[in-house]
T-cell receptor
């Protein structure tokens, strides 16, 4: 069965600095998609960034970028120029073409002013 | 259409009572998902519908749980004879067919006392 592992329960970053959140996954499939979702306190989960496994180029969305290492089954999220509004739970998630989203346990990110 | 709506936002119920939650997906989305999220964990898949057909159910979905999506529009999730272990956030999400990522609602927080 596919699994998603986030080994950092909590992370902290100074405002304006850069932080990297780690994620590894386990699958025997070659065609799948990876996501990072953000869940602010008491607010809904929103999609941050998406990576298709068949694409070698790492996805980027403004201050958010990923380091996708397919052979190592690693999918880390880098947040540059961190802002107070980035404070949230971040979930890494995996999906196959016909499957359902499988989430990791999340990393709680704190941003210090 | 402003997104995925869930009602109620919060529900407190006594053990043994039945509860029902509603989810209104984005109108053009044909897939609808239910997830459960307990404190400190990532969302766990419960079930999903494509249009009105319930295509997959997790083994987490015991006999006390039932979900419907009449006419392929809104969905309801009913929990019968609630137990304290049912206390969680119940998240609904919708998507177009294909692994493009989901749009989540704000969730219904259930507390069983």
């Amino acid at each position: 069965a596919q699994t998603v592992t986030q080994s950092q329960p909590e992370m902290s970053v100074q405002e304006a600095e850069t932080v990297t959140l780690s994620c590894t996954y386990d699958t025997s499939e070659s065609d799948y998609y990876l996501f990072w979702y953000k869940q602010p306190p008491s607010r809904q989960m929103i999609l941050v960034i998406r990576q298709e496994a068949y694409k070698q180029q790492n996805a980027t969305e403004n201050r958010f970028s990923v380091n996708f290492q397919k052979a190592a089954k690693s999918f880390s999220l880098k947040i540059s120029d961190s802002q107070l509004g980035d404070a949230a739970m971040y979930f890494c998630a995996y999906i196959e073409s016909q499957g359902n989203l499988i989430f990791g346990k999340g990393t709680k990110l704190s941003v210090k002013p | 259409d402003t997104g995925v709506s869930q009602d109620p936002r919060h529900k407190i119920t006594k053990r043994g009572q039945n509860v029902t939650f509603r989810c209104d997906p984005i109108s053009e989305h044909n897939r609808l998902y239910w997830y459960r999220q307990t404190l400190g964990q990532g969302p766990e898949f419960l079930t999903y519908f494509q249009n009105e057909a319930q295509l997959e159910k997790s083994r987490l979905l015991s006999d006390r749980f039932s979900a419907e999506r009449p006419k392929g529009s809104f969905s309801t999730l009913e929990i019968q004879r609630t137990e304290q272990g049912d206390s969680a956030m119940y998240l609904c999400a919708s998507s177009l067919a294909g692994p493009l990522g989901y749009t989540f609602g704000s969730g219904t927080r259930l507390t069983v006392v």
